[in-house]
């Protein structure tokens, strides 16, 4: 019963919620110019086992790097629409009802809650499945300690957890990686409303892997390869 209801529920509420918001509302971003995707061939068609990652700088980016698979989850939605790894408090909302079977919630302080959710991702990315992770734990502009890297142009980003780097290296997945500018133009700190005329480049880098075990040693590396890989993906011109 309970998997009638989860298909129901998604082919009623999520899939015609793709089709909406994916091609009619992100198509016209685009068209109007105020997204722009740079690199957009490096998307993988059939992409089976991928994690984006990406710097998050607002609320925006996990509805904009959806939108990036829309071709993709048209036709073969249970496969191709990607999942995401939002913070339990900020998104386990009643208007983010229709998205929820999409979201892999940590919940951030609660290490037990957050082992859960990690071994959820581990499982969905071995099954062949898109998984979109934020490795600086929150929004850039929260950081509340002294500690950043920064690119060779300024971009900063807050020091990368391990969680993303574990999950590469424990299901020796492909890795995405992302770099969005300008989303917080889009919902500055503290908005609750988009302000969707504002421009916003997303720019794709090429896939890689991680090699090895998933251990502390490899782990540490990993981070400062995916840390070095987004910087380096911001100053892109």
């Known amino acids: 019963m309970k998997k009638f209801k989860n298909a129901l529920f998604f082919w009623l509420l999520l899939y015609p919620g ?7 509302f992100f198509g016209l971003l685009r068209l109007f110019g105020v997204v ?4 957009e061939q490096l998307i993988p068609k059939f ?13 925006w980016e996990p509805f904009v790097l959806n939108c990036l698979f829309i071709r993709q989850a048209t036709f073969n939605p249970i ?6 790894a ?3 408090k900020n998104f386990n909302k009643w208007y983010w009802t229709t998205f929820k079977d999409r979201f892999v919630f940590f919940p951030r ?4 809650g957050c082992a859960i959710a990690h071994a959820r991702a581990s499982r969905l990315l071995k099954r062949g499945r898109i998984v979109i992770i934020f490795p600086e734990g929150g929004r850039t502009g929260t ?15 807050r020091p990368l957890k391990s969680g993303a780097t574990r999950l590469a290296l424990q299901t020796n997945c492909d890795v995405l990686p992302v770099w969005v500018k300008g989303a917080e133009r889009v919902m500055p700190l503290g908005s609750r409303l988009p302000k969707f005329w504002r421009r916003v480049d997303i720019r794709i880098g090429p896939i890689f892997r991680l090699e ?13 390869k995916f840390t070095k890989i987004l910087l380096d993906l911001a100053d892109e011109d």
């Not at 793709?18 to 009619?24: D, K, P």
């Not at 992409?47 to 609320?59: A, E, K």
């Open 18 to 24: 793709i089709i909406i918001l994916g091609w009619l």
């Open 36 to 39: 722009r995707i740079h690199n």
């Open 47 to 59: 992409p089976r086992g991928l994690l984006l990652i990406s710097n998050h700088p607002s609320y």
């Open 79 to 84: 496969r191709f629409f990607p999942y995401n």
């Open 86 to 88: 939002p913070d339990l």
């Open 109 to 112: 302080g609660n290490q037990r």
């Open 143 to 157: 950081n509340k300690s002294d500690q950043w890297f920064v690119s060779e142009k300024g971009y900063r980003l």
């Open 212 to 224: 090895g075990e998933d251990n502390k040693g490899n782990s540490i590396k990993g981070t400062a």
